[in-house]
């Protein structure tokens, strides 16, 4: 959906530039085809077995996204009061709503037994209980999946990777019994599921294979102990090329978990944010400035780490392209921004044809953990986000002026 005609960025049928010129820079551009194709992807590749795709809220939470995954038929994945409360003005349908996380409020347990949410993943034993109390205050019992610590690696990097025993997520494979008999005797706690997320940018089937694998051992161990699970939920996780990345696709992780899957009388649940929407957003940023220093060249654009932070938080690769192209030379920049941080670039020894000051650039695959970790470091207001479709757009979120970067304050 983004592509270089003539030399010109599109997405979908627009000029990247035209959309650029009306709202301004930094701006977050999504193609919302993409995402739909994105998640008819995913769904169609796993339509063989009964299965519910729980959009990971947090990769990319603004409503109408939100809303166009729903329409789709996704259910959600939220992590807090405020991801529930989003998911519920975005139209999501709370039996189709997980909520994960290992630090749970009373009142964010209140709020979603409130709507009869399809499942509390439960982090540790302490939560188990406290979600117990909260419900029989409540006259209600809580759904839940224990959330399993399966001691994996998924060979990812080490800041999001949450599936081995030293990452705070999940129970420890060793508990996990002790965890399912202690929900039993609970009164307020009905056994729905087991889950698992083990990290993100997945690259390989290989991880979610040994991951189901493991699942469902437990799965006929509990049975055994008469304890029965309905539904079984491998987290997210799949991963996206960034670079030259070549991660497997829907289909292919449904291939290899078909042979494990035959006969059984569950739901799969899957929980994929990176996956379907990453690939769906640019971010446009204007040069503002060139200069050299020693060694290198700085192209000084005008988004920032406040607006894109993957790249300081995680060393994340994000390829950088011409909106409008003019065939010039190209050479080795850092592309960096304006933020008083060192750790404020996008790219570092990035070959590139060498822009001019006020040429537009687009960062790439930005839809996922793009906007949603933004904030106002240096009291920058948050870009705007404009969604496209056909040859329509229209802006689904402000930006932000100066008045929203002190309205809280008092
Ligand atoms: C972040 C997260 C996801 C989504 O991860 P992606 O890599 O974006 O697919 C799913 N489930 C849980 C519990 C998460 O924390």
């Known amino acids: 959906m983004f592509k270089t005609i003539k030399n010109s960025l599109y997405v979908e049928g627009v000029k990247v530039e035209e959309i650029a010129e009306k709202f301004g820079t930094p701006l977050y551009l999504y193609s919302q085809t993409q995402m739909i194709e994105n998640f008819k992807k995913f769904d169609l590749a796993f339509s063989f077995f009964p299965h519910l795709i729980c959009y990971a809220l947090k990769a990319n939470s603004n409503l109408t996204i939100a809303k166009t995954l729903r329409q789709e038929g996704a259910g959600s994945d939220i992590v807090s009061g405020g991801e529930l ?226 790249p300081a938080l995680y060393d994340a690769y994000h390829e950088i392209v011409p909106v409008a192209s003019k065939n010039g030379t190209k050479k080795k920049v850092d592309v960096v921004g304006p933020i008083c941080e060192s750790g404020d670039y996008f790219a570092r020894n990035r070959t590139l044809e060498i822009p001019e000051q006020n040429d537009l650039l687009a960062i790439k695959n930005t839809g996922a953990y793009g906007f949603a970790m933004s904030s106002q470091y240096n009291s920058r207001p948050r870009s705007a986000e404009v969604l496209v479709k056909g040859k329509k757009y229209s802006v689904i979120r402000r930006r932000e002026n100066f008045l929203d970067l002190v309205c809280h304050e008092q």
């Open 85 to 310: 409360y989003r998911a519920l003005l975005a139209g999501f349908n709370p039996k189709k709503i997980v909520f994960s996380g290992v630090g749970k409020t009373k009142d964010e347990m209140r709020a979603a037994l409130k709507k009869n949410i399809l499942a509390f993943n439960v982090e540790s034993l302490e939560e188990l209980k406290v979600l117990n109390s909260v419900a029989k205050a409540m006259g209600k019992k809580a759904p839940i999946a224990i959330r399993v610590n399966p001691d994996v690696d998924a060979g990812t990097h080490r800041h999001i990777t949450t599936g081995k025993a030293e990452n705070k997520f999940g129970i420890h494979k060793k508990f996990i019994f002790e965890a399912y008999k202690t929900a039993q005797s609970l009164k307020n706690i009905s056994i729905q599921g087991i889950q698992a997320h083990i990290g993100s940018q997945i690259t390989s089937t290989a991880p979610f294979v040994t991951l189901l694998k493991t699942l469902l051992n437990y799965v006929d161990e509990l049975a055994k102990a008469g304890i029965k699970i309905s539904h079984l939920d491998v987290g997210g996780g799949l991963g996206i090329c960034y670079d030259n990345e070549n991660p497997p696709s829907p289909q292919e992780l449904s291939k290899a978990f078909i042979p494990h899957l035959k006969g059984r009388n569950l739901t799969l649940l899957f929980e994929p944010g990176r996956f379907l929407v990453g690939n769906t957003g640019i971010l446009v940023t204007k040069v503002l400035y060139r200069k050299k220093s020693g060694t290198k060249t700085f192209i000084i654009v005008d988004a920032a780490m406040n607006d894109l932070a993957r």
